[in-house]
């Protein structure tokens, strides 16, 4: 899935950071204009439509030229889109996020907008160039109506926020190569105070409006922002997290001892000056709000609940699908799935109901590491394999194919009870780091080995690597497309790369197809809880109630489940209804191409224009179809 958490307050600000960021089958950021991109100039240069070379461009060549100054006026804005994109510029600084910040970048994004309709002929463009028009007014557009929403995304939830995102940003993305990336890291370090208590701001602003996490939040919330605040230089302790990071990297330096000495001197006196107090107020703020939180959850207990959820659903499905629509699609699939998932039953010849089977699966210890280190490192050794070995099958579906390279990693114990089970983050814009697939391996009983297969699939190749990876290599569509997003595309795509291998051959083992098959019940499940949740008034307990009556998921896996989609209305439905569309859309082309379709010119045309609203999804597919017919 990708996307990064709402606390980035400047909406369209907040979707590029996604696309930069987890793109994760667990991961998700709650921003009303999740799947929105950066439309904002900085200067006064970037919107006029004007280019030096324009008399001797094309139409599409002068608006993609345009693009290209918006979105990097947009990056300008950004220092923490600027590490994410590999840059080291303002490496020392966070994004602004105050609430008159966010306001500028709405109306620079209005007057963006006004440029593009005033200065481009949409009729002279070229198709892809007329795609990223349709694109660019719908996200601003739908930008300018989250305006309206600005404060309705949970900024600090157990799921994540600025108490992980600190340490995670800083670990993950922060690169010391040089003696200047080091006091960069420890100007972060000075300047991360104003950072949080704007977060903090804005959290308290939305908390007194009435958009509010349930009592159960906090706990979680408060352990992790401790973990981060936990070791040396607070304590007598190891090293706390970040810490240990910057003491890793500037120790990898090819510096003189004292020079080292003087950075980590430096990084301590930061860390317990600025960091500590600032996530001690943390500490304080969720502890006071715990007070007078309810135990209610879901988007219809924020003010105008229900408008709220539909813009969310909307966003994130790109389709006009009401709750019960979805409510009701999420029961048949999972009835279907249901009576697939028995007929592997009876094949392995287990007997009992489909419940007791679910039980032997969740149970049965010959489908668990053991939860050990060695188990850990088992699961990451096999995790790896299995993406080899689909590397190397690749060119029997696919044309294209990603340059960047794919690691499997774990996530970090610091966050790993707060993260999902899985998720993938991006390659560097400049090569720099590959993408990574991180498995959340904190409690082995939660990643079953029947599962392996389908999470590495969806997560790495041909899932989000592949998909996304390629997006970003692109050439001949803008940047604020290569790095941007759309859920139900895209987390669509990771779930159709789920069942692809199917067809390829793989999941020859009966109890692996059943693991697939588990996954895609638990995206039919994600349907029925999401929309129950957050439309039908669900208790918690009724959700998490349901997902084990109905899948083989351990417990624990279950009510990390639901605590993730309470707090990212609508996201959840993204994945099976984008599924559905990208298989409906294949067999409605095989149909009309019958001997003539081919599965990698099928692939070629959904990835080679990026992530699309699935409307535009369904043209392209039909628009090759026509030209297949043509003999073009």
């Known amino acids: 899935m990708t996307k990064l958490p709402a606390f980035f307050t400047s909406v369209s600000l907040a979707a590029l950071l996604a696309a930069c960021s987890p793109s994760t089958e667990n991961s998700g950021s709650n921003s009303p204009a999740e799947d929105m991109t950066v439309s904002e100039a900085a200067n006064d240069n970037s919107g006029d439509g004007s280019n030096d070379n324009s008399v001797d461009m094309t139409e599409s060549e002068r608006l993609n030229a345009w693009f290209e100054d918006v979105y990097e006026a947009g990056v300008e804005r950004s220092p923490v889109t600027q590490t994410f994109l590999g840059r080291r510029t303002n490496y020392d600084q966070w994004n602004d996020l105050s609430p008159e910040f966010a306001e500028e970048g709405i109306r620079l994004a209005e007057a963006n907008l006004a440029t ?61 190569s040089t003696l200047e990336d080091a006091e960069a890291y420890i100007g972060r370090l000075n300047n991360v105070g104003d950072f949080l208590d704007q977060s903090m701001e804005n959290a308290q602003r939305a908390y007194d409006m009435g958009v509010r996490t349930a009592r159960w939040t906090y706990a979680p919330m408060i352990a992790t922002t401790r973990n981060i605040i936990t070791g040396y230089p607070f304590d007598d302790g190891p090293d706390s997290p970040i810490m240990a990071d910057f003491r890793r990297k500037v120790e990898a330096l090819e510096i003189s001892e004292d020079e080292q000495a003087s950075l980590i001197s430096e990084a301590e006196t930061a860390l317990t000056g600025v960091l500590q107090p600032a996530y001690e107020r943390m500490i304080a703020m969720f502890e006071t709000m715990e007070a007078g939180a309810s135990d209610d959850d879901g988007a219809w207990t924020m003010p105008d609940g229900g408008e709220y959820y539909a813009f969310m659903l909307a966003g994130y499905t790109t ?122 391996l904190r409690d082995m009983g939660d990643m079953p080995t029947y599962q392996m297969e389908a999470l590495a699939y969806h997560e790495g190749i041909p899932g989000h690597h592949m998909q996304l990876a390629i997006m970003q290599e692109l050439e001949d569509i803008p940047s604020f497309r290569r790095f941007g997003g759309v859920t139900a595309y895209t987390e669509g795509w990771g779930l159709y790369s789920e069942y692809l291998p199917l067809e390829m051959g793989f999941y020859d083992d009966p109890y692996s197809n059943f ?41 624990g896996d279950v009510e990390n489940a639901i605590n993730r989609y309470i707090v990212i209305p609508g996201q959840a439905t993204a994945y099976k209804i984008g599924m559905n569309e990208i298989l409906r859309l294949r067999g409605e082309a095989q149909d009309a191409l019958g001997d003539d379709f081919t599965l990698g010119g099928f692939h070629d045309v959904v990835l080679r224009q990026g992530a699309l609203p699935l409307s535009i999804l369904e043209e392209q597919v039909n628009a090759w179809v026509e030209e297949v017919q043509a003999g073009e």
């Not at 028009?133 to 157990?158: A, K, S």
């Not at 679910?358 to 590491?369: G, N």
């Open 319 to 440: 389709t006009d699908l009401t709750p019960e629509e979805i409510h009701n699609l999420g029961l048949s699939e999972v009835d279907r799935i249901h009576s697939e998932m028995t007929e592997i039953m009876r094949e392995v010849g287990f007997e009992g109901s489909l419940q007791d089977f679910f039980e032997f699966m969740r149970t049965d210890p010959q489908f668990y590491y053991p939860n050990t280190d060695e188990g850990r490192d088992a699961y990451l050794a096999d995790a790896t394999q299995i993406i080899d070995t689909m590397r190397e099958a690749l060119p029997s579906v696919f044309n294209t194919f990603p340059q960047a390279d794919i690691e499997v990693v774990r996530v970090e114990p610091f966050r790993e009870a707060s993260a999902g089970k899985a998720f993938y983050n991006r390659p560097a814009e400049d090569g720099s780091r590959p993408g990574r697939y991180y498995a959340n």
């Open 116 to 176: 593009m309709l005033a200065e481009f002929d949409y009729d002279a463009l070229d198709e892809s160039a007329q795609i990223s028009w349709r694109m660019f007014q719908r996200n601003v557009e739908r930008q300018i109506e989250g305006r309206r929403w600005q404060d309705h995304g949970y900024i600090f939830t157990p799921r994540g926020g600025p108490h992980s995102f600190v340490a995670s940003f800083l670990i993950g993305q922060h690169r010391v």
């Open 515 to 555: 693991g697939r098959l588990a996954m895609e019940l638990w995206r039919a499940c994600r349907l029925v809880v999401d929309t129950g949740l957050h439309h039908y008034r669900w208790t918690r307990e009724e959700a998490m109630d349901y997902l084990s009556e109905n899948t083989p998921n351990p417990r």
